[in-house]
């Protein structure tokens, strides 16, 4: 009976390996994030010692503890804490229906939605509550036998000053747009909106239901903008003669220096417990998007190595059965 014969393996040749090289010190990294730690942090240290340290009296935190029992911060706060509500919902029911239909329609309409929202960065704040003013003015005089005389006054009322929502709107239209503008490119808004009117889902329900959760880190950080935004307002609110929390704090700062310092530190304070709260929300929002439901597992066939040909050493058929003995066979 003729021996089998099977081919002896190639010798391979060794792969030269590759020596790790050490990582060349970058100082200039540390360099820099010192200058700019310095240059940030030492204003706000600055700003501190001033409002904890008074001379000939050493330190007292009576600017920290007395900014709660000052007369008007509360309503200034809450007002501006209103006004920046309303603001964030109006300009995301304007801009958010606006960007999905940009979408789907004709790609030339995002460079006219784009300029339109971008025109309050290149207009002045100033030249916007000039206008505002002076239609403010001119209304109550030319209506005042309409029934737009009443809006007109409305729109003014000092407990919730409509306008103001209005202005800030205007002025937040570029920072929620660029915010949206990049969550909406991360996403297939054509093949979604396809997909779930051929569920049978309505308009309102694709936005909502397919669209918005998409978007949530794009929607929190354009609020976050837009709550920075309505909380550090002067101009807007000072001309029109309203009194949010920074037109509060200017006025303040006039009878008693340091609480204005103290409750500026407070606010930024807490406007970066807010930034780092918001990012953690964005990470963990687009992590649990991405992440693959864990499912039960699905069977994968073995692999079937390829049997040796019997002269040859190669081939394509199944692997041999194993030889089995054969009584009074050797």
Known sequence: MAALTTAAPATEAPVPVKTARRPRPRYWRGAVLAIAGLYFVTPLVSSFVFTVHVPNQGLTFEAYTGILSADGFTESLFLSLSLAAATIALALLLVVPALVAVRLGPPRLRAVVEIVCMLPLVVPPIALVTGIATVLRWGPEHFSRTPLYQTFLAVQNESFPVVLVLAYTVLALPFVHRSLDAGLRAVDVPTLVEAARNCGASRLQVIVSVILPNLRSSLAGASFLTLALVLGEYTVASLLGFRPFAVWIVTVS?????????????????????????????????????????????????????????????????????????????
Do not use: H, Q
């Open 254 to 330: 006039g009878a008693e220096a340091r609480m204005p310092v103290a409750v500026s530190l407070l606010s930024l304070l807490i406007t970066w417990a807010l930034l780092l709260i918001l990012s953690r929300a964005g990470t963990g929002s687009s992590a649990s998007a991405t992440a693959i439901p864990a499912g039960p597992a699905t069977a994968i066939p073995a692999t079937v190595t390829p049997a040796a040909d019997a002269t040859s050493g190669t081939g394509t058929g199944p692997a041999p059965a194993a030889p089995t003995s054969v009584p009074g066979k050797e």
